[in-house]
């Protein structure tokens, strides 16, 4: 089919877009830039290249143009008349030819200019010689403004063209003007060509496509034709001529019997008559159309003889042999009748074409030379059948004996079981009758899995009693091991009842020790200490320390005695002022009392409990100060001295101090160079 | 129905305890309780968590290789039940557990002799050292004197000391 598709055929642009689409390619194209500084050599490349650039782009333009366009003597003859009817093939040539020429000559032009740019001496000379070359050009072409024109309106005629393949199955209807070609054509086809009461509706051809017996077929409808010589024949009715002329295909003579389209049937036998040269060797129809409004029986008898001989003719024409057997009444097969407006014998039509067409086209390849070449390779194998069709099915008689046995005594199955109790879903299979042990009267044994934590399958041994025994050896030899181990090292003596006891008392007291330590701890960082007299454990007062004495195995009485006595009791005969009162009578019990024998202070001095005061000291030597009473007024003074001081509550050095860790001025502000050391 | 073991801490799980990872390469991991899986999940290594069975073994804190593990071990082929194998393997569970009880009390009596040794040492010194804290030197010495008064008392016999006597 797309053999002769002129739908892709490039566009032809007008003179004046052509210029303008070859320069400015070329600027596109070319460098832009030439300088006078240039070395000679350089220019003239400059300047060469851009008319080169030009002519080329011309010639590859122009090529493209000339081998789109098809060559009428080139193509199939039913386009090269087609062609001709359309376009007239010499003004078509000549466009042509005139393109070719302006190519040819463009080219030569370039050459000479660029022969002359090899001399040019100046940049100047260079660029005044490239605007020739160019300006030549461009008047070339603009002289082939009305071929170019031309052209692009003949390919877009062309590419509207019916793509008909003049070597596919085809039929063809021909006939005069409103006689039912494009209503036939309607009916049998998918296409959907204009039908109008009125003459010349179809002003070219049309080409519509349809299935019989599984071929494709083309189906053509052709404007209508008048009785008239060739010579006065205008553009449609020769398009007709043309593919009549042309195309192998089963022609449909279509006449209006009803005379309703204003030719007699008189008319149209002359018509068919003056064309049928076109139709030799062809399979030929006369079609009777619009018999629903004329019947054939009801037509006049001249009008019956008209047809009759019509058809001895399209019989005559069209088959070399079949159907001229019955020449006495071969008319009938090429005469046939239809209406197009109730359908009526319009696929008889059909149908009887293709056959015709068919068998017509069989013949002629028959007749061909290549077919006795073809023949000789063909054969047809036809298989013999020695397979035997009927194999009955072969069963084994123990088979047989088998089902012959289960007939007589019937195995209850597991359904019939479930019959029997209860039915489905009340029913359920016992599974432990299947399996498959030593001993039956095991399968209903419930085995245990687990035991003490451990999987007893997992001791599960074939020969567990030999291994037991193997360990209980192993275990005997172990234990006599360890045994003996135990005692050549482990002979660690126990502690007696005595040290365990003195070791839980150490343990303890230590325990009691970090305890109170802790305790002490805890209520030092809270609280004030409590006062000595608020003890209430009476860890401090004499009875403790007994108590404290007896534990550690000594006699408290002697030091329990002692602390008695020193301590001073809040009276006021015990006061300062009667120290040197009981300095006598300590001097009294001197004598039975130990500890009083180490008492060697004078009787200014005080109770032991208290520290001297720096006042009552005398001052060292060396500090230049005389005796004590000086000693006491400087102290006095360096005093009062600091009072003021103290009442300000100055900062002095003695202070804590926390220094400042990151000093404000040193490090905050604005860094424009990413670091802060300048400060 | 079987017991497995947990593949974190090696803990025996029971039917309808813990839970069951299967990883996309059909590796079946089952952990004993929401800790042993946490743990899984975080990308704990057992061998080093001390709780774990896997730690203890391999840091000797328990009897890992021995002949009554040998004898309980996991069978990929189903066994026939046959009802005196079973019997006989009962009686022999229950003699194999009992040895393997036995044999991990005297590990962990040979691994403890080291620590009653140093035990008894320290106690030893603390009698010594700390004694003060529950009777004063003087008491000490006294009682010490009393002891050895009474040792010679029991050494020499009566005669002797007489003898002794005389001679001064």
């Known amino acids: 089919m797309p053999l002769y598709n002129f739908k892709q055929m490039h566009v032809v642009p007008s003179a004046a877009a052509f210029i303008d689409i070859v320069l400015s390619r070329t600027q596109r194209q070319t460098p832009t830039v030439c300088r006078s500084g240039w070395k000679i050599s350089r220019v003239r490349q400059f300047y060469m290249r851009k008319v080169k650039h030009t002519q080329q782009t011309w010639h590859e333009a122009l090529t493209q143009i000339l081998e789109d366009f098809p060559r009428v003597d080139d193509i199939h003859p039913f386009y090269g008349d087609l062609l001709n009817v359309l376009y007239d093939k010499d003004h078509y040539k000549l466009a042509l030819g005139q393109l070719n020429v302006a190519r040819s000559l463009i080219d030569k032009l370039a050459q000479d200019y660029i022969r002359l740019l090899k001399y040019g001496d100046s940049l100047y000379r260079c660029k005044c010689l490239k605007r020739a070359a160019l300006g030549r050009m461009v008047t070339l072409m603009k002289r082939q403004a009305a071929s170019l024109k031309y052209l692009e309106q003949v390919r877009q005629h062309m590419s509207r063209l019916p793509s008909v393949d003049p070597n596919v199955r085809t039929l063809l209807m021909c006939g005069y003007p409103n006689v039912g070609k494009s209503s036939f054509m309607n009916l049998v086809t998918r296409a959907d060509v204009e039908v109008e009461p009125y003459a010349f509706t179809t002003k070219s051809l049309y080409v519509g496509h349809m299935d019989y017996r599984y071929l494709r077929w083309q189906v053509i409808d052709t404007p209508g034709l008048l009785d008239r010589p060739l010579e006065d024949r205008n553009t449609i009715e020769m398009q007709s001529i043309t593919a009549l002329a042309h195309l192998r295909a089963a022609i449909l003579y279509i006449v209006d019997i009803s005379e309703e389209c204003g030719y007699s049937i008189a008319q149209q036998a002359a018509l068919f008559h003056s064309i049928k040269p076109l139709f030799v060797n062809k399979p030929v129809l006369i079609v009777c159309n619009k018999i629903d409004v004329t019947s054939m029986e009801s037509l006049g008898e001249k009008d019956q003889k008209i047809l009759t001989e019509m058809a001895k003719e399209a019989g005559r024409l069209g088959l070399s042999g079949a159907f001229l057997e019955h020449s006495a009444d071969g008319y009938k097969g090429s005469l046939l009748s239809m209406t197009t407006l109730k359908e009526d014998g319009v696929m008889a039509v059909r149908n009887t074409a293709c056959d015709q067409l068919l068998e017509h086209r069989v013949e002629a390849k028959m007749k061909g030379k290549r077919f006795g070449d073809v023949l000789n390779r063909i054969r047809v194998a036809m298989p013999n059948s020695g397979i035997n069709p009927d194999r009955p099915p072969v069963i084994p008689s123990s088979v047989t004996q088998a089902q012959a046995m289960d007939e007589d005594n019937q195995k209850k199955t597991e359904k019939d079981l479930q019959e029997e109790r209860g039915g489905a879903g009340v029913y359920s299979a016992d599974f432990h009758k299947h399996y498959l042990l030593e001993n039956d009267s095991w399968k209903y044994d419930i085995m245990p899995e687990i035991w003490d934590g451990h999987n007893i399958i997992d001791f599960v041994d074939a020969d567990i009693d030999a291994k037991l025994e193997e360990l209980q050896q192993e275990e005997e030899e172990l234990l006599a091991k360890f045994e003996r181990q135990r005692a050549q090292f482990g002979g660690i003596p126990e502690l007696t009842a005595e040290e365990r006891s003195l070791l839980e008392d150490i343990r303890a007291r230590k325990a009691k020790i970090i305890a109170d330590h802790r305790r002490a701890k805890a209520v030092a960082d809270n609280r004030g200490v409590i006062p000595k007299k608020h003890n209430t454990d009476g860890s401090l007062n004499t009875s403790g320390m007994r108590r404290s004495l007896e534990r550690m195995g000594m006699d408290p009485s002697l030091a329990v005695e002692r602390a008695r006595r020193q301590s001073r009791g809040r009276s006021a005969d015990r006061s300062r002022n009667a120290s040197s009162r009981a300095a006598g009578a300590e001097d009294e019990e001197m004598e039975d009392v130990p500890e009083a024998m180490k008492r060697v202070h004078s009787t200014k001095s005080r109770s032991m409990s208290r520290g001297r005061s720096l006042s009552l000291m005398a001052p060292k030597k060396g500090s230049g100060l005389k005796d004590v009473a000086i000693k006491n007024k400087a102290l006095k003074m360096a005093d009062r001295a600091q009072r003021r001081m103290n009442k300000l509550a100055r900062r002095g050095e003695a202070d804590r101090h926390i220094p400042c860790l990151r000093p404000k001025h040193l490090l905050t502000g604005t860094r424009g160079i990413g670091k802060n050391q300048r400060r | ?168």
């Not at chain 2, 080093?48 to 203890?56: G, I, P």
Request: charged share 40%.
């Open chain 2, 1 to 168: 129905m079987r017991l497995e073991k947990c593949w974190f801490c090696s803990s025996t799980i029971y039917p309808g305890h813990g839970i069951t990872f299967v990883r996309n390469d059909a590796t079946i991991f089952r952990f004993c309780r929401s800790k042993c899986h946490a743990n899984f999940k975080l990308k704990r290594n057992p061998r080093k968590l001390r709780w774990t069975k896997a730690y203890r073994k391999l840091a000797g804190k328990e009897l890992a290789q021995d002949t009554t593990f040998e004898l309980e071990r996991k069978r990929n082929r189903p066994e026939r039940y046959n009802r005196e194998l079973l019997c006989a393997t009962m009686k022999g569970m229950k003699a194999i557990t009992e040895i393997r009880k036995k044999r991990q009390d005297r590990f962990y009596d040979t691994r403890m002799q080291k620590a009653r040794k140093q035990t008894r040492e320290s106690e030893k010194k603390s009698l010594l050292k700390d004694i003060h804290l529950v009777k004063a030197p003087e008491s000490l010495l006294k009682d010490k004197q009393q002891d050895l008064l009474l040792e010679k008392v029991a050494a020499e016999p009566v005669a002797t000391v007489e003898q002794m006597d005389v001679q001064e």
